[in-house]
Every structure is written in structure tokens, then in C-alpha cells.
């Protein structure tokens, strides 16, 4: 039996390369309404703290924010 769908939902992804403190602005420009999602992979604390702060104003009430390095940790295993 399918099963039964009651929204559809449309996926959109756009991967950019080069540095966030060189890309955000012109994608924020492009894209000046609210974040619902915002999947942090930067690996340092600096990065995140840029991601952030270019966000701020786009980030609302809601916003799922997604920190990359803070999930998983039950499955790190410690160096010999």
C-alpha cells in the first residue's frame, strides 16, 4: 500500500565553494529572507562564529541551527 502524502516538499541544494568569510554576503544578497535550517560543518569555532554573526539578521524564532562537530561524540574512540 503507498503511502500517502499530504504535502509535498521541494529539496533544494546549492554547494559553493571558497571561504565563509568570502562567499556569505553575496549568497545573503541573493538570499535575504529567514533561514529555516542551517547545517554548521566548519570546524572551527571562528568559522562557526562567521556563519553566525553574517546570519544573524536571517536567523528567527524557529531556526534549526546544525552543528556538525557536536553530534556523534558517543562514537569517537580515543588515540593509542
Not at 45 to 70: H, P, R
Amino acid at each position: 500500500m503507498p503511502m500517502e502524502t499530504t504535502r509535498t516538499c521541494r529539496l533544494i541544494v546549492r554547494l559553493i565553494k571558497g571561504y565563509f568569510d568570502d562567499i556569505l554576503s553575496p549568497f545573503i544578497i541573493e538570499n535575504p529572507g529567514e533561514v529555516s535550517f542551517v547545517n554548521i560543518d566548519s570546524d572551527t569555532y571562528s568559522a562557526a562564529k562567521t556563519i553566525l554573526t553574517a546570519l544573524d539578521a536571517q536567523i528567527v524564532s524557529g531556526t534549526i541551527l546544525y552543528f556538525d562537530e557536536i553530534t556523534g561524540w558517543g562514537e569517537m574512540i580515543e588515540p593509542i
